[in-house]
């Protein structure tokens, strides 16, 4: 059972504009967001991450939103760059640090 | 560096044989996940060790997979008979194990990719 989900496998964006990937989550006893991205023949790295008491985390292009009421995530990366091509992966984690990841969105920033 | 570490970095092997994937995570990490990834998957979580205690097996998709994690540190996933359906890459990560932003980050290895013929 996908308790993290990504609904679009692909993004296409063009460069200069906003790229936003959504996540959603069904579990209400996540404390901790996280996403990761990820380049081909890599393993993930660490974007950045919220903690379910706050809405909004802001780190230089990227900003995470969280409504925990809908269940939802978002990444926002403005503006988006054609380095940022790749997958990018949420997850969730719980009281006991168990992490749990939706199945990812491609991301691909036109030049 | 001082980053996570898999090898090996490629595997094939035949339908039937025993394989062994380490892992060696980051110093001082005391969590350490297991997660495999098939073509067109998200990461699927399949062990999880924290310090000492009895580690969550609950991601193992079955009793030919198991690990262990000696001395704390590094990691061994063995998966016997393997089938072709075994095939995929299995990342290894780790971090601090303390619930919050700063020791919940997970940092992974660049993953072990396994071809089961």
């Known amino acids: 059972d996908q308790q993290v989900k990504q609904n679009s496998p692909s993004l296409s964006v063009q460069e200069g504009r906003i790229s936003i990937l959504n996540c959603d989550y069904t579990?209400?006893?996540?404390?901790?967001f996280l996403w990761y991205k990820k380049y081909p023949a890599e393993g993930p790295t660490f974007l950045i991450s919220?903690?379910?008491?706050?809405d909004k985390n802001e780190d230089g292009r990227f900003t995470v939103f969280l409504n925990k009421s809908a269940k939802h995530l978002s990444l926002h990366i403005v503006p988006s760059q054609p380095g940022d091509s790749a997958v990018y992966f949420c997850?969730?984690?719980?009281?006991?640090?168990?992490?749990?990841f939706g199945t990812g969105t491609s991301l691909t920033v036109i030049p | 560096g001082a980053g996570v570490s898999q090898s090996p970095s490629n595997k094939v092997t035949e339908k039937g044989k025993d394989v062994e994937l380490r892992c060696d995570p980051i110093s001082g990490h005391t969590a350490l996940y297991w997660y495999r990834q098939s073509l067109g998957q998200g990461l699927e979580f399949l062990i999880y060790?924290?310090?000492?205690?009895?580690?969550?097996k609950s991601g193992l998709p079955s009793d030919r997979f198991s690990a262990e994690r000696t001395g704390g540190s590094v990691s061994t996933l063995t998966i016997q008979r393997t089938q072709q359906e075994d095939s995929a890459v299995y990342l290894c990560?780790?971090?601090?194990?303390?619930?919050?932003?700063?020791?919940?980050?997970?940092?992974f290895g660049p993953g072990t990719r396994l071809t089961v013929l």
């Open positions: 919220i903690s379910s008491i706050k």
């Open positions: 997850a969730a984690v719980n009281t006991g640090n168990q992490f749990y």
């Open positions: 579990n209400s006893m996540f404390d901790y």
């Open positions: 990560a780790s971090s601090l194990g303390i619930s919050g932003s700063w020791g919940s980050e997970q940092f």
């Open positions: 060790f924290q310090g000492n205690s009895a580690p969550d």
